[in-house]
């Protein structure tokens, strides 16, 4: 949830941390601040606010003879956001920064407390910096303070430390949060996402749960369980700093939103290149479970459509973090299948380990290489969706819905629901007809005129059937981060269960209707809701004469064969929150309150 980045080298460790900080700002953007190892000691720059306020205060101050430091952008958990809630925290011996949540915050304050440490922070991060602080004094060595560490934190973290007589040195050790370490020429870095240093080295280390590293400019050296050296793999990133460039869209989630299509085409294939399992993988599985949470749940939604339509296999879901309390209900022949863009969403996370701990099937969905999601399960599909920076999710959702969509053809294959020619000939429309679809969305202008309506309203409700209903979560997700819009989705049919009485003349309803064998009853929801003087927004295909005639306005998409229609709707709904959060001036790449990767609970 945080952003953490380290650097120790020749270079001026404020301005390169700094940057870093500028490209890990979607991680968290409520405070800032690093601590610097300067030649009068540790040195803390800390603020309230975004890094450009840090780059400031940084500027004022400075800092000669500076190669060395920690940075961190913050995403609060424990505090508000505030300047002593900022990290780094720690003492004139040790300062660190953290992501994650230490759970025993508060037993280790009173335990601290009894030591003489006074807390000016709200923080749990506080907590652990003393008690390095404590165990440091204790060990004179920092290796063995770390472990000590470590024995006493409950919860997730990822740590960036630096210690004041050891100036050109840093720290790290992690659990459940990710953390990396970048080798460079005469520097080297950690970060909690190689966005951080792709400026300056494409080449790292993935540091696994409870190893510690020691970093200077020309070494790194890892240490697991009692103090052993390990010898790492370098891994090489297959991303470039292009791909972190705006390139002249006006914001990260546009450019992101235009880029679907390739991604959609690299990830089908990706896949179809045999990166995903055979279809023997499929053939036992009597019911699919998919679990995730937010914007990859509604991929998981519309992944079971598409298993049930073409497999008829039942499946079942569950967000995952009410799934990891639930005690499940699974048997031998069922598979799991784990969604998450990042790889290291905490719920899904602690999800899988609940599956393979009954020893039962699992299958991630994931974007990121290597990430503990993707680790731990007993296979992985991959995702081509590159490096989305935006916080709200446009093309790792429609990656993954993508991604869902070739499973249920597998699956099909597997229990001989149709033929392997069947099933290439939907991947193959679909890989040859989104650029073209997609574009008629891009070029679209009744969806600016259509956010001109939402954006003067309060309340928004979305309503479809069948898989559109799961596209009107997702829409509403969109509408409800970026333009801080009250907005609901409902199946269709379920609006005058109660919630039509929320309808009052003017109120925009977003009616998703991409589905023919569905146009006579969403028909006749809409003409429910404009009998409560609702407005209706219709997103259905070009030939949807039904649905147009009751529609107040109509975005629409190409008629397509059915397989593409959800593509092209997604792109108009993500559009629409896009331009209906422009129109109201808000901060559409970095929303309040929320952060692109949740890796706490």
């Given amino acids: 949830m945080c952003g953490i980045i380290g650097y120790t080298g020749y270079g001026d460790a404020s301005e390169i941390i700094t940057s870093g900080l500028h490209l890990l700002e979607y991680r968290g953007y409520d405070s800032a601040g690093m601590t610097i190892c300067t030649d009068s000691g540790l040195m803390t720059v800390k603020t309230e606010g975004r890094v450009s306020e840090l780059e400031k205060k940084v500027k004022s101050k400075q800092f000669k003879n500076a190669f060395c430091g920690i940075g961190h952008t913050r995403w609060a958990t424990h505090g508000e956001p505030s300047e002593k809630n900022a990290h780094p925290h720690g003492t004139g011996n040790v300062m660190l920064v953290h992501n994650g949540i230490i759970e025993n915050c508060a037993e280790l304050r009173q335990m601290l407390k009894k030591h003489g440490y006074r807390f000016d922070s709200d923080t749990d991060t506080q907590a652990a910096a003393y008690m390095l602080d404590l165990e440091y004094k204790e060990e004179k060595d920092s290796i063995k303070a770390i472990a000590d560490l470590i024995k006493h934190l409950k919860g997730s973290y990822a740590f960036g430390i630096i210690f004041a007589d050891e100036p050109d040195t840093i720290y790290s050790v992690k659990k459940d949060s990710p953390l990396l370490i970048g080798i460079g020429e005469n520097e080297n870095f950690i970060a909690s996402d190689i966005s951080a240093f792709i400026n300056h080295t494409k080449k790292y280390i993935r540091l696994c749960d409870g190893e510690i590293a020691r970093i200077t400019k020309s070494d790194i050296e890892v240490y697991g369980t009692g103090g052993k050296r390990l010898f790492k793999d370098i891994e090489t990133a297959d991303i470039g700093a292009v791909e972190l460039e705006k390139k002249g869209f006006e914001h990260y989630m546009l ?24 279809t023997r993988y499929f053939k036992d599985i009597e019911v699919f479970h998919i679990t995730a949470c937010g914007t990859a749940m509604h991929a998981g939604l519309i992944g079971k459509y598409f298993i049930e339509n073409f497999a008829r296999v039942p499946v079942y879901t569950e967000l995952a973090g009410e799934f990891r309390y639930k005690n499940p209900i699974l048997s031998k022949n069922d598979i799991v299948a784990l969604i998450s863009q990042s790889g290291e969403t905490a719920d899904t996370l602690a999800a899988l380990r609940l599956v393979n701990s009954r020893n039962i099937k699992t299958l991630s969905i994931v974007n990121t290489d290597g990430s503990a ?23 790792a959702f429609t990656v993954q819905v993508a991604a869902m969509l070739l499973t249920a053809l597998k699956t099909a294959e597997a229990k001989e629901k149709m033929t392997k020619g069947e099933a290439d000939s939907i991947i193959g429309y679909i890989y ?12 679209s202008d009744t969806i600016e005129k259509a956010s001109e309506i939402i954006s003067a309203r309060h309340d928004v409700f979305f309503i479809g059937r069948g898989y559109d209903n799961y596209l009107g979560m997702e829409g509403s997700l969109k509408l409800k981060e970026i333009s801080y819009i ?21 109120t925009p309803v977003i009616a998703i209707a991409t589905d023919e064998l569905y146009y006579d009853k969403i028909k006749n929801n809409i003409e429910e809701v404009k009998s409560r003087g609702g407005y209706i927004i219709s997103v259905c295909p070009e030939n949807a004469e039904k649905i147009k005639e009751v529609s107040d306005t109509a975005i629409l998409i190409p008629n397509d064969d059915k397989p593409l229609r959800p593509f092209s709707a997604a792109a108009a709904i993500q559009l629409l929150a896009y ?6 001036g808000k901060d559409i790449d970095k929303p309040r309150n929320l952060a692109k990767s949740v890796t706490v609970e």
Avoid at 377 to 394: F, L, P, Q, R
Avoid at 436 to 442: D, E, P, Q
Wanted: hydrophobic residues 35%; charged residues 25%.
């Fill in 255 to 278: 450019k992101e939103i235009y880029e679907q299509p390739e991604a959609v085409r690299k990830t089908i294939r990706f896949l179809s290149n045999g990166n995903m399992p055979d």
């Fill in 373 to 395: 999601i993707a680790r731990e399960s007993d296979n992985v599909i991959y995702t081509k969706a590159g490096t989305e920076i935006a916080v709200a999710s446009t093309k």
């Fill in 432 to 443: 040859n007809n989104i650029e073209r679809s997609l574009l008629s969305v891009f070029h």
């Fill in 486 to 506: 009250h907005s609901e989705a409902y199946a269709a049919g379920e609006l005058k269960h109660g919630t039509i009485s929320l309808i009052e003349k003017g």
């Fill in 579 to 584: 331009h209906t959060a422009k129109k109201l």
